[in-house]
């Protein structure tokens, strides 16, 4: 990050909207994309995100001062990935639904980018209670952008919400709306409007 | 139908078509949207994901169905996975700068990155979640990195075209305009179902 080391919550805030890790990083779009066709799955990721991103970004900010810099991306990973392992098991014993529908997204939290961007960008170099704010910020940023798509999404496709049925019943089923092309217009409309948006702001 | 009684050939083809990795499953789209800019790079990148797919996909299959399954450690799938991919990505520079300056000089720059493309880990998730043989693994694997080779190819060719001609939308400009793209050719790909198909 350019504007120098940003602490506490602040380093929150600034993902939330400023350097929201979807809309302005153009990361971890690969389950923004997947997942977005039904708000429980949605939910579930984006918490799994969330958890595994504060508690790697806490981890790897501990070790920070241990790992050997040419060896910290594998270490990164190898962190990562034991808490995705965790996240994998408590979906399996209590979702396993979801998780068989989640299929390989929730083990491909490992290679999202979102979490190697802020364990390599931040963790590495912050305090563990900072690099945690962090970490929550930034799988906070990642639901705001995948909650609204999901909530377009899965009605106009499947007339339901959460599973539930919301559009009345003779609504016609939207069916490009829960398959693959619509989560590209989908993402593609969310950036235009956020894009034009900060454009007005930074006009005023 | 018995997934396993597929012939390799027909999920080769598959997994270039109905079942492109990056067109339906969404895999790989980071360094697809940040490298599709231009054409070279984007052969280099397709090429190395091709060649690492190929020989990670049964590779991992071997770690899985000899390793981890007779021990009882499925569970540390991810992290296995991971590891031989990580592994095999930092051999084969390590061979390709030895043997040819010109290829490490293409396609060497490209390696690292792509121990983190999500294109190779998911497309060894997906082999182990749908239980393919060995054989099909590698048709899969084959046909994942190929399929993915072609849609960045074609972005990357539809992207230079268009900075030339036409005029984008402001806020619309870059990874916008490539998702729209993307997405046009997802529902095109779409025309390929009912020609081969393995769900």
Redesign the interface.
Known sequence: MSAGPVKGVAALKRMLWEENPVIGQ??????A??VTNLVKNTLVMCLGLIFTLMMSCFTVSLLRNVIPRQVR??IQ??VI??Y??VI??ILDAYLPEISNEL??YV??I????IV?GRTEGYAMNNKPGDAILDGIGAGIGYSLVLLPIAMIREPLGLGTFFGMQLLPPDWTKWNMMV???????A??TY??IV??FK?GEGKR | MDIQSIHPLVIFFAAITTNNIL????????SF??VSKDLKSSLGLGVAVIFVSTFTAPLNWLVYHKLLVPYGLE?????AF??VI?AFVQIIEMIIERVSTLLYLTLGIFLPLI????AI??CV??LV?RQYTFMQSIAYGLGAGTGWALAIAALAGIRTRMEKKSKV????EG???A??I???M??AF?GFSGIVKIN
């Open positions: 153009i990361l971890g779009i690969c389950s994309l997947a991306m594998i990973v190898l990935a034991a995705v392992i994998k098991i299929g390989p083990g491909l490992i290679t999202n980018c190697m398959i693959a092309p619509s989560g590209f217009f993402l593609a950036i235009w894009r034009a454009a | 067109l339906t499953n969404f895999l790989g789209m980071c949207l940040a569970y540390l799938q991810y992290i991971i590891i990580a121990t983190v493309n999500c880990f998911g998730l997906f979640i939308i402001a806020e619309l990874p916008g305009i998702l729209v993307t997405g046009i997802a529902m779409i």
